[in-house]
């Protein structure tokens, strides 16, 4: 009888792995088609409109192994567009690229643009946030999730540049995560795309630097089973939505709390509604039990999400509960503290933080590619 079960659990398991395999396989086919469709779109309408008076400056991380390939990349195209003068400042581990930008702006850039992953954009960011100066990326880091949202190439930098050094922009909105507890003098941090604590913190802080640049993002994956019967997080959340309603969520249980800018990391959709300039956040908790079934239901409620391009949950996820919420502000104060994290960069642990949202706060060079922009075609001079 034992054989028998164990027999039947193996073959279960089989069965359940071939299923979700070819799941993933069909969406990394139809990802690829979207992909190819918006990169014949971006050489479609992407066309650099010159400016002899506007000067960029780009924020390199040198540390990225494509990164002296891309700057000399970078001064070619330059040299063939006529862009005259750039300016180029590397990061440093006692500069980062908020302080970068900050130079660039002071040296007279008009458009400042990172060339990096998602922490230099983060940081480069974080000095534009309420700038009338332009903020422009060329993606060369893992994940490149802003990128990716944004619908930036993340593999053709010369579309990119194009991107980066036309007059098309968009105002999007930047978050913000403060740790309520922390003695550190800068306790606010800004993000874009999404920040955490609890689980996915802990898997970020745990993913191999070495296996990440070798296998891209697929590394958090091996870093993810570390953590996956980790300890849960109870608390209270307090919620204030855009209209200035106040909701408190008490005695709350999960594994992970997010806030989401944007919703799409690489291949699923984790928070369908998310929009960059709404000027809300989305706020998820995901639980899980029943050991790997609950985890298992998670992947299909992702999956669910990604195919569907719904919030709801899906309603085979049974071993899994993902609670969402929306609004301009939430506070989160829980029994124990965890780590944090914004858009992949470790903060420190906290059981007391507060999410909130600048909306409209950053003026991005973006594909004009979808109803959200606001800025389309030939911008004016920026006023230094």
Not at 132 to 146: D, K, Q, V, W
Not at 201 to 218: G, H, Q, R, V, Y
Not at 259 to 275: K, V
């Amino acid at each position: 009888m034992n054989k028998i079960m164990t027999m039947s659990w193996g073959t279960f398991a089989t069965v359940a792995a071939i299923i979700v395999l070819a799941v993933l396989i069909v969406l990394g086919i139809i990802a690829s088609i979207r992909k190819e469709r918006r990169q014949q779109e971006l050489a479609q309408t992407v066309e650099r409109l010159s400016d002899d008076h506007i000067t960029y400056a780009f924020i390199i991380n040198p540390s990225k192994p494509e990164a002296e390939r891309t700057r000399l990349y970078i001064k070619d195209y330059c040299s063939i567009h006529g862009i005259e003068n750039p300016l180029f400042i590397d990061t440093q581990l006692d500069k980062d690229g908020r302080a970068c930008a900050e130079e660039a702006l002071s040296m007279g850039a008009d458009v400042v643009i990172a060339v990096g992953g998602d922490g230099t954009v983060r940081t480069v960011a974080s000095a534009m946030a309420y700038s009338t100066h332009a903020f422009g990326i060329i993606p060369i880091g893992t994940g490149n999730l802003f990128a990716r949202n944004m619908g930036i190439p993340v593999d053709n930098i010369e579309v990119a540049l194009s991107v980066a050094t036309s007059h098309g922009s968009r105002r999007v909105d930047m978050g913000r995560m403060s740790l309520l507890d922390s003695a550190e003098p800068e306790h606010e941090h800004g993000f874009l795309v999404i920040a955490g604590a609890g689980f996915d913190a802990n898997m970020i802080n745990d993913t191999n630097p070495e296996l990440k640049a070798n296998i891209s993002w697929f590394a958090y994956f091996v870093a993810a089973f570390k953590h996956l019967f980790g300890k849960k997080s109870r608390g209270t959340i307090l919620i204030r939505t855009a209209s200035g309603a106040q909701h408190t969520v008490d005695n709350v249980q999960f594994r992970t709390i997010m806030a989401g800018n944007c919703g799409n990391i690489p291949g699923f959709t984790l928070m369908p509604d998310a929009q960059f300039d709404d000027g809300i956040l989305d706020i998820e908790t995901i639980d899980t039990r029943s050991g790997i079934l609950g985890w298992m239901s998670l992947l299909w409620d992702v999956i669910h999400k990604t195919v569907t391009r719904s919030s709801k949950q899906s309603p085979f996820a049974t071993h899994a509960t993902v609670r969402q919420y929306q609004g301009i502000s939430t506070e989160v104060i829980l029994n124990k503290p965890v780590l944090a994290e914004v858009d992949g960069d470790i903060l420190s642990q906290s059981n007391h933080f507060l999410f909130t949202v600048d909306r409209k706060a950053l003026l991005v060079r973006a594909p004009q590619l979808g109803s959200s922009a606001e800025v389309t075609g030939s911008l004016p001079p920026v006023q230094k």
